[in-house]
């Protein structure tokens, strides 16, 4: 396949072009490069001939048309975003423009694309979303397909409308589309302001490591390359118009996944104390969602998927990582909000 994927050099679309290339498909990476994105992280792949890179707004139309002429892809994988909660509490105006207003454009561009093509049936529109849309779960319960949107914060309410935006370009106008929401990723590339990072490189720094209110929220991990080959299972096999949940089934609460990190980084880069006496406890998020698990049935029964890194494995992993790649997020640490807490509204 040829895929066009938004968003391609941020954390979770640099993992979906690299593993798209790695499997041999063609791609054209459409960017901004706005504070989050990076061509760094699209190193491996730059110089590859099945890829190609578009420096682009999905917000300007002209040049989305022009993109699509130029490439033909066989689908689009949407994954530009606005996706951090503490910001969209600051400045939710960016989150409506791009997630709202840029989903709309995509689509429309990519309709009509879709028309000149002769509306061919494989063709797919895959727009990823999150399990924020669903908002907050209680001690029990997981969210399915069918779970009513409850989006809390700004970031989640963009989210939510740009997910109604894709089902009704189906319903109206044909648009073959798929949709995924995903539980919170993590791994190589991610962004230091969100919180696996953020308590990596404060550890490292010897900085307190800030955890929100008493450390009690629960998240479901799942690791950033599993997620990339689901994104490609379903963008080839998925049904058009369905929607698929995908999860890591890797619950913790932020409390115990920075005391994984810690104890990871105590054996990895062993310090004078144990890093998890830096760990502190700040002023809670507002709306702070308290649990999201996600049900994976369908795209396990349907699509045969599954996670393949356990939360362990992943932390590992990604620990070593940030160890080994000192050069990338020290180049990221002047970047507008980085280091800062951001959201405290």
């Not at 994988?77 to 909660?85: D, F, N, Q, T």
């Not at 073959?176 to 919180?195: A, I, Q």
Request: charged letters at 25%.
């Amino acid at each position: 396949m040829k895929l066009l994927v938004t968003g391609g050099a941020g954390f979770i679309g640099s993992a979906v072009v690299r593993a798209a290339v790695r499997a041999g498909h063609g791609v054209v990476n459409l960017d901004k490069l706005t504070y989050a994105g990076s061509l760094s992280n699209v190193a491996e792949v730059a110089g590859n001939p099945l890829y190609s890179f578009e420096r682009a707004d999905i917000c300007d139309r002209k040049a989305v048309d022009r993109i699509l002429a130029a490439h033909r892809p066989d689908a689009i994988m949407h994954l530009a975003a606005e996706s951090h909660v503490d910001r969209s509490i600051d400045g939710p105006a960016a989150f409506i423009e791009t997630n709202i207003t840029g989903t709309y454009t995509m689509l429309e561009a990519a309709r009509a694309y879709w028309v000149a093509e002769g509306r061919p049936e494989g063709f797919r529109f895959h727009h990823i979303s999150t399990d924020e849309v669903f908002g907050s779960l209680g001690p029990t319960g997981r969210f399915t397909e069918d779970t009513p949107y409850d989006p809390r914060s700004p970031y989640s309410a963009s989210k939510a409308s740009s997910d109604h935006l894709v089902r009704a370009w189906h319903e109206t106008y044909g648009l073959p589309v798929v949709l995924t929401n995903c539980s919170n990723n993590y791994g190589p590339y991610h962004f230091p302001e969100k919180l696996i990072p953020v308590v990596i490189l404060k550890a490292l720094a010897g900085a307190p490591i800030p955890i929100y209110g008493a450390g009690d929220n629960v998240r479901d991990w799942l690791y950033v390359e599993d997620h990339a080959e689901a994104l490609l299972l379903v963008v080839r096999k998925g049904e058009a118009g369905r929607s698929y949940n995908i999860g890591g089934e890797n619950e913790a609460t932020n409390l115990d996944l920075a005391r994984r990190i810690c104890a990871i980084l105590d054996e990895r880069r062993p310090g004078n104390r144990p890093y998890a006496e830096q760990i502190a406890f700040v002023a809670d998020r507002p709306g702070h969602d308290r649990r999201y698990a996600i049900d994976p049935s369908r795209i396990r029964e349907e699509l045969g998927w599954r996670p393949s890194v356990t939360l362990d494995q992943g932390l590992e992993k990604t620990v070593q990582w940030f160890l080994d790649h000192e050069d990338w997020w020290r180049a990221l640490q002047d970047r507008d909000g980085v280091g800062k807490r951001l959201g405290s509204a």
